[in-house]
C-alpha cells in the first residue's frame, strides 16, 4: 500500500530538548516536504527536499532541520524546540506536479 | 498578498443537498495546479481533486467537481449530494510551475463544513 508514515503522531516535549520527527515513504517519490498546520493559518511549508542530499528552506524554517540521506527518508528535526512550535505536523511527497501524499501528521506540544 | 483566499470559515448544510466552497488565487504563472484537500477531524489530510491551468474542462471527481474559471482566478469545489462523512476542514492550495515554485504547496486557510442531518 502506497503511504506516508510519520512518528510518532502525538509528542509532548518540553523546552530545549532536542526531538526528531520521522517520515518515510515507500512510493520512492523524489519530492517530500514538511509542513505545519496552524488555526486560521492553513499549511505552511517548512521545508523540503527534490531528491537525496537536497533539501531547501520553505516559508518558515527557522528552528527546523532536515537531511535527506535516503530517498525514502526525510526526518525533521527541531534542535532546540520552543512553544511557539507547538503545531500539527504534516510530511508529504510526490513523484509529479499533481497529488501530494500526506502522512497521518504529528501533533506536537511543546511545554 | 494572500496567493489562496477561502472567505468561508465555515459553512452549513444540509443532508443530500449541494454545496459549493470559494476559493480565489492570485498568481502571475501561466502555469499552475489547483487542489482541493479535505481533513476531517482525526486529522489526515485526503486528496479530492486537482486541475490544472491548462484543463478546459472542470475536473470531476466522484460527488466533487471544481467549478474552474481562470478569469476570475477562482477554483470552487461543489459537493454534490453531501453526506455527514463530508463534515470535516477543506483546503484549497495551488502549486505555480513556471515561476520555480514547483516546490510547495500554497494553502488556503480552510473552510469548516457541518453537514446537518
Known amino acids: 500500500e502506497a503511504q506516508v508514515t510519520q512518528n510518532p503522531r502525538y509528542l509532548i516535549t518540553v523546552t530545549g530538548k532536542k526531538l526528531t520527527v520521522t517520515c518515510s515513504q515507500n512510493m520512492n517519490h523524489e519530492y517530500m516536504s514538511w509542513y505545519r498546520q496552524d488555526p486560521g493559518l492553513g499549511l505552511r511549508q517548512i521545508y523540503y527536499s527534490m531528491n537525496v542530499e537536497v533539501t531547501d528552506k520553505g516559508d518558515v524554517p527557522e528552528g527546523y532541520k532536515v537531511s535527506r540521506k535516503e530517498k525514502r527518508n526525510f526526518p525533521l528535526i527541531l534542535e532546540s524546540p520552543s512553544p511557539n512550535q507547538t503545531s500539527l505536523y504534516f510530511c508529504?511527497?510526490?513523484?509529479?506536479?499533481?497529488?501530494?501524499?500526506f502522512g497521518q501528521g504529528t501533533r506536537l506540544t511543546v511545554v | 498578498a494572500q496567493k489562496i483566499t477561502q472567505t468561508q470559515p465555515g459553512m452549513f448544510v444540509q443532508e443530500k443537498e449541494a454545496v459549493t466552497l470559494d476559493c480565489t488565487y492570485d498568481t502571475s504563472d501561466q502555469s499552475y495546479g489547483l487542489f482541493w484537500y479535505k481533513q476531517p477531524s482525526s486529522g489526515e489530510m485526503i486528496f479530492l481533486i486537482y486541475q490544472g491551468s491548462y484543463d478546459e474542462q472542470n475536473a470531476t471527481e466522484g460527488r466533487y467537481s471544481l467549478n474552474f474559471q481562470k478569469a476570475r482566478k477562482s477554483a470552487n469545489l461543489v459537493i454534490s449530494a453531501s453526506q455527514l462523512g463530508d463534515s470535516a476542514m477543506y483546503f484549497c492550495a495551488m502549486r505555480e510551475v513556471a515561476s520555480g515554485s514547483a516546490r510547495q504547496l500554497t494553502f488556503g486557510s480552510g473552510t469548516q463544513l457541518t453537514v446537518l442531518p
Open positions: 508529504a511527497s510526490r513523484a509529479g506536479l499533481t497529488e501530494a501524499f
